[in-house]
């Protein structure tokens, strides 16, 4: 079992930042991605950006520039900086880790956090 905390959301004025942190807990011995999603009213969830547990990076293309991924893998923690932010970026943000292997080497797929409410708004 795997549970993911997220944390830093919140109310924030158009062009103002963010910093979102996600922690993973559990018998965890790696992780092979760690990543974020989003789910704006009315829509789809979509992803936002992920990484690697060796650096490696993925980002929505309207995302590049203002976003920015990173991770610390010995404290199992993924972060999302996000700058210049539009009101269009008002969404519940989900972490998400794929592939994590327990101490007991077992394999666990898709894991999923509560989500954490951004709200971008004068």
């Known amino acids: 079992q795997v549970q993911l905390v997220e944390s830093g959301g919140g109310l924030v004025q158009p062009g103002g930042s963010l910093r979102l942190s996600c922690a993973a807990s559990g018998n965890i011995f790696s992780i092979y991605v760690m990543g974020w999603y989003r789910q704006r009213p009315g829509k789809q969830r979509e992803l936002v950006a992920a990484?690697?547990?060796?650096?490696?990076?993925n980002y929505a293309d309207s995302l590049k520039g203002r976003f920015t991924i990173s991770r610390d893998n010995a404290k199992n923690t993924v972060y999302l900086q996000m700058n210049s932010l539009k009101p269009e970026d008002t969404a519940v943000y989900y972490c998400?880790?794929?592939?994590?292997?327990?101490?007991?080497?077992?394999?666990?797929?898709?894991?999923w956090g509560q989500g954490t409410q951004v709200t971008v708004s004068s």
């Open positions: 998400n880790a794929d592939r994590v292997v327990t101490t007991a080497l077992k394999s666990i797929y898709n894991s």
């Open positions: 990484i690697t547990s060796s650096g490696g990076t």
